[in-house]
Nanobody, 123 residues
């Protein structure tokens, strides 16, 4: 089992950058594929980015491709989401998620979730 703690959110102007962090506790972090999802006010939770267990493969939602980068450091039990060229439509609560073995873009397939961190992008 793994516990996830998200951090790094905040208020930023359009065009700015933020880096979200997800710290994982528990053993064998490298067994888990990791992802970021987000939920904007009044919207469904949506996929943002995912990374496989060893960090060799990533996937992104079309809306963030080229602007966001997901990475992981298995030695530090960390997953990062670097967000550049932020837009007001990126405003949401961002959640780190983990699941055993294979990465997925489907939130219902993830077993473990962080508490979420608010990202607000002003225009």
């Amino acid at each position: 089992q793994v516990q996830l703690v998200d951090s790094g959110g905040g208020l930023v102007q359009a065009g700015g950058s933020l880096r979200l962090s997800c710290a994982a506790s528990g053993r064998t972090f490298s067994l888990y594929a990791m992802a970021w999802f987000r939920r904007a006010p009044g919207e469904e939770r949506e996929f943002v980015a995912a990374i496989n267990r060893v960090g060799s493969s990533t996937s992104y939602a079309d809306s963030v491709k080229g602007r966001f980068t997901i990475s992981r450091d298995n030695a530090k039990n960390m997953v990062l989401l670097q967000m550049n060229s932020l837009k007001p439509e990126d405003t949401a609560v961002y959640y780190c998620a983990g699941r055993t073995w294979l990465a997925s873009t489907l939130d219902q397939q993830y077993e473990y979730w962080g508490q979420g961190t608010q990202v607000t992008v002003s225009s």
